[in-house]
């Protein structure tokens, strides 16, 4: 188990380098913080450590925004290109894929 998370977490490394390069190229490098994790030994009390903050940094909701008008966008448009183009490939892939996704949640096709 151990060796398929840190595999998993080596390719997300790989994946995000190419962000991180931009993120520093464009913005700068960041200050640097003291890593509270590696200072923490066994008899340590957890006060030590900061609390995390609760709210979202405005990029990140940028983000999800972005993504989200994304995936919406591209639904949006398979479904007008499947209702504008009569018994398409389009047209019975997307009745497909809302028969299965209705089966699997167990309501009637509408």
């Known amino acids: 188990m151990l060796a398929c998370c840190a595999f998993a977490v080596f390719l997300?490394?790989?994946l995000l380098?190419?962000?991180a390069f931009l993120r520093e190229r464009l913005w700068g490098k960041g200050m640097p913080r003291a890593?509270?994790?590696?200072a923490w030994s066994a008899g340590a009390s957890t006060s030590a450590f900061p609390a995390r903050?609760?709210?979202?940094?405005?990029v990140v909701i940028?983000?999800?925004l972005l993504e989200?008008?994304?995936?919406?966008?591209?639904?949006?448009?398979a479904t007008i290109a499947a209702h504008d183009a009569r018994n398409s490939t389009e047209r019975q892939f997307l009745h497909a894929l809302h028969a299965s996704i209705?089966?699997?949640v167990g309501r009637p096709l509408s």
Do not use: E
Not at 35 to 38: D, H, L, Q, S, T
Not at 68 to 77: C, D, H, M
């Open 12 to 14: 997300l490394n790989q």
């Open 17 to 19: 380098v190419p962000f």
């Open 35 to 38: 890593n509270p994790a590696v």
């Open 53 to 58: 903050r609760a709210a979202l940094r405005p």
């Open 62 to 64: 940028l983000i999800v």
């Open 68 to 77: 989200t008008l994304a995936i919406g966008g591209s639904v949006t448009a």
């Open 102 to 104: 209705c089966r699997a």
